[in-house]
DNA sequence: ATGAAAGCGCTAACAC
DNA sequence: GTGTTAGCGCTTTCAT
């Protein structure tokens, strides 16, 4: 950046004079438009290599594309989020598309702005990961710029796609899991909102929990306890949770970051997994594998997911108009703690 | 996206006509730049507020700053990470920018593109964390934009900054607590990137495992078994590993990632930690902190990493040229491994 | 099939 | 202190 002579800057230009051809070729030639002979193709992409020639994405942003996908994360700590970015990229790296990934911090105002930079920046589409926004902001920002949401449940949706695992399904399995081993006292800790709109998993995870046992006649049995993602506070709420004598003796986690804690915390008390108390957890992280931790978990095959919304999302960018809502079936990975 | 009609569109001009003034006095006030009246500045503020006004990055980034800073994250799996960009973010959004995060999938070719990506993309400035790239090729990129590198050693690089928790220090840390404790046989496991250049946080962890290991005359009982990160193959490494009989009875793993794997399959095989092995790893990320896993590992504060990187890379947007090069002292977090 | 030229929305000289 | 205007590098009609 220190010397910005222009003569050395590889523009456009640079290319067309080097190719003897006009800019609108070259331009063609980069977005693989319509209407350039072979020859002139050939040409212009020799030249375009021998300068290292690269196009600006800021000023094709003016007018056209910036084969940029956006990914906003509403957090990052949670260890399930890699393998959506993964499977995102490997469906838009091919197609010649960069994702950049913005982090919401678990803070609505913050992933607001995060958004509404996105599209300042020209991006040609958003994938919005567990986004803590309510389905009243959505479809404004739907109608400005190419949308997919992920871990956001709102399946008649006009404006945007949406990718989710079966989150009922999700919490079926568990309950079934549970009753195989011939609990009835299974109870649930799911999350913790300040608000809450019925398009986050946590929802659907406790409808499905709540079905489930309905179903198997223990509705009178069933019982729900929120807490908070990442306070001091609710992890005083779980120990609290757990002392209790009349607590449940096999619980049903939202999310393995809530079922870790508990596993951990069940140790640090002596309390016996699974015997005093069986655990089952859901996004089959990691951790839950981890033989020392050894969790029950609902694996919803992040990279399913991520794939999934790359692709509706390049095809809202090639055209499409009506939205397209993907449920993606869940399986169980039993493990030692129910 | 739907319908582009000019009209609709809010610009510096629709802004400049509402206020009844010129776009450059829009354009200043927009940029909190020299020159302005305050009375102007607030009838302007006033237009953009109610106009509901945002500048169009991309058309800044042509001409001047798009307030914007790239981080480069070599891979997204390390749970160490998310401190880092909170870190980042911490000092970048109450100076106005924004902090995009691209991933280098542990891969050359794709981290080299994303640079280029930024770089293509008008952003202000870089923060590579932990790049795999090789100090031959990152002064071409620093010579394009700002650049501040973290987890990466050049502490003699002219040409951009870096910031580094000091490797040698953790090292020494972790040697003389396996001494407090009786150990001699002091073994290490590091890491094993294809290509290496000395400028890796891995190989000054073993500068600095080798130095404490000399320095307490121990230089003969010093061995280390580099190993690959996310391979199948380094699983079974580790495992041959730990059933050698002559294999060390402490080990010092240059990361939690390889720790928390190896306490967890010395559980799997049945063997005591830290009596029949001790274990201490590197980046105290909150797995290390799990009761049941209770790993002993050395904490480089991510978020002053963070907090550091985004200064230095201010600074440097804001014009200075003489790289600056930060270490910063770690500590290590006794627990039950070692 | 190819090229000339008009912007996209903003910043930065430069006038006034 | 404020306004005018020439671009930044690209895409995109519209001629040819």
Redesign the interface.
Known sequence: ??DGKKADRVTIRTVAADAGVSVAAVSKVLRSAYGVSDALRVNVLQSIARLGY?????????RGS?Y?LGILLSD??N?F??QI??GI?AVA?PAGY??????G?SNVP?ET??I??M????MDGLILVAPRLGPETLPAYA????IVAIGHHEPDAPGFDTVNADDRMGAALVVAAFRARGHQDIGMISLDLGVDHHTNVSDLREDGYLAAMAAAGLAHMAQIRRLELNSPRSQGQLAAWLDAPDRPRAVFCWSDLHA?DL???A??KGIAVPQDLAIAGFDNTY?AA????DLTSVDQAGTTLGRGSAELLLARIAGR?VAEHRLIAPHLILRGSH
């Open positions: 950046m220190a690269r196009p600006n994405v800021a000023a094709r942003g003016m910036t940029t990052l700590a260890p989020l890699p970015i993964e990229n790296e960069k994702a950049m990934i913005g982090v911090q913050i702005r995060m509404e930079s599209i300042d920046y020209r109608a400005q710029i190419p870790v596993r951990n915390m140790a640090a951790i981890l033989p020392l931790i108009r």
